[in-house]
């Protein structure tokens, strides 16, 4: 299929791409915070089989979807099915990472601004005790958080307006392997500390009685698609710029074990830190920003290095998924409006970028007071696509592979033809996956 799309050079950039995209925030700020509020080791023994039994197969459909469709997210459902509804799928995933890309962009600035902070000196100067005020005035200001919002959208755009292989590629080939040394190496440093045994031991030593608490498996459903990039169309999109003959579930395996392996690394940085420092877990989303800069402060001299290392790599970490969330959108412009990629990539990441400005200034600013259904426009638009377009958007397209494509070219597409693993790996998009999300999806509904 020569179409004069663009393509990776290599089957390796396309893994870094995807594994790029797949490590970020989520990893870091989102996973370190989310295992705190769900009680440690129960909820990451269950969100590895999330990742396992729904993510996998899932990540593997669009995979197959994106290469089979060489399109953008909503070109490839309607190239392989034209004129059917499963285009929902990809108008869903356009949607969910335009929406997305607005507040992640905001926090990635919070990112940035900590790290600009801790180089000048004046994050390391902050008194003991001082950096929740430190943080709440930073956030609750009404230019700081939208002037690092716009710092860092400006990278983002810039990268992409270069181009697949310039940009996102080249991107990736230095920064995926940067940041697995820098967090190992701060992973062995917090093994180090005091709390590191009781660290380890809420990480791994799962409290039985969580396994019966529902909002358990909701969070680890909801942050399994998170971290994977799932059901947004940006891993549909990254696989329509490959060839014919990668092979898609050595490439799945590879991204889901990465993206596993950096966040339970990046657990285990954060929470030996935590309990060295005797801070509570459940610290909420302002956990990394509050509590280690924290603990940082209380190490010293060396602390600040840390701090740096630490807010450099989460920020590395946070460049490589935003790419990826505008690819999205821009591969949906240029197609659809006919546009060429700097054209497209200027308009999108614009009109992403001004409507993050709400998002920016709800978080104690002049746009905290503004709130629907009861909360302020950042968590709202969190909530939206966490709980419901994300999760909805996955099951459309478990579905569609699952029953909607003709089984014989789904097992072809993805080479699994006459193998057993085609056949689980069919059984589990067709009925495990879609079953999960749907029990998940009525429990946020109705609780
Ligand atoms: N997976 C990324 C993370 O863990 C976030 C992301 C979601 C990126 C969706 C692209 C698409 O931070
Ligand atoms: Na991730």
Do not use: H
């Not at 197969?57 to 099915?81: H, K, M, T, Y």
């Not at 890309?101 to 902050?126: C, D, E, P, Q």
């Not at 992403?352 to 709400?358: A, K, N, R, S």
């Amino acid at each position: 299929m020569s179409n004069g799309r663009e393509r990776w050079a290599s089957k390796m950039g396309f893994i870094l791409a995807a594994v790029g995209s797949a490590v970020g925030l989520g990893n870091i700020w989102r996973f370190s915070y989310v295992t705190g509020e769900s009680g440690g080791a129960a909820f990451l023994l269950i969100y590895v089989l999330c990742i396992f039994l729904v993510g996998l197969p899932v990540l593997i459909a669009e995979f197959s979807i994106g290469r089979r469709g060489q399109a953008d997210a909503v070109g490839a459902f309607n190239n392989i099915a034209p004129g059917k509804p499963w285009i929902i799928g990809g108008i869903l995933g356009v949607l969910t990472s335009f929406l997305i890309l607005s507040f992640y962009g905001v926090i990635a600035g919070w990112v940035v601004y900590f790290l600009y902070s801790y180089l000048t000196g004046a994050a390391g100067a902050v008194e003991e005790g001082g950096y929740a005020d430190f943080f709440v005035n930073f956030i609750g200001g009404s230019t700081g958080p939208v002037f690092w919002q716009f710092l860092f959208m400006a990278i983002v755009i810039g990268i992409v307006f270069f181009g697949v292989k310039k940009g996102i590629e080249l991107s990736n080939r230095i920064f995926m392997p940067l940041l697995a040394i820098i967090l190992i190496v701060l992973a062995g440093y917090s093994l180090t500390l005091d709390g590191a045994g009781e660290g380890l031991s809420f990480l791994f030593t799962p409290d039985w009685s969580a396994f019966g608490e529902p909002s358990v498996y909701a969070a680890a459903v909801g942050q399994a698609f998170f971290t994977l990039s799932l059901g947004m169309g940006a891993m549909i999109t990254y696989s329509s710029y490959l060839p014919k003959d990668t092979k898609l579930p050595s490439a799945a395996g590879n991204v889901v074990v990465l993206d596993t392996l950096f966040a339970i690394i990046a657990g285990i940085v954060i929470f030996p830190a935590v309990f060295t420092f005797a801070v509570e877990p459940d610290a909420g989303p302002a956990l990394i920003f509050i509590v280690l800069p924290e603990v940082f402060n209380q190490m010293g001299t060396g602390g600040t290095v840390f701090a740096i290392l630490f807010f450099f790599l989460v920020a590395i970490a946070a460049l490589s998924s935003a790419i990826s969330l505008l690819e999205v959108s821009v591969s949906y412009v240029m197609r659809q409006m006919n546009m060429n990629r700097r054209k497209a990539t200027l308009l999108a990441g614009i009109v992403v970028t001004l409507f993050g400005i709400p998002s920016a200034l709800s978080q104690g600013g002049p746009l905290s007071e503004f709130t629907l259904f009861g909360l302020p426009f950042l968590d709202l638009i969190d909530t939206i696509t966490d709980q419901y377009t994300l999760p909805l958007g996955g099951m459309v397209i478990a579905l569609f592979v699952g029953w909607g494509w003709n089984k014989v070219d789904a097992l072809k597409e993805t080479g699994l033809t006459d193998t057993t693993i085609g056949t689980v790996w069919l059984w589990f998009i067709r009925l495990i996956a879609p079953a999960g999300i749907a029990w998940i999806l009525l429990l946020n509904l109705f609780s």
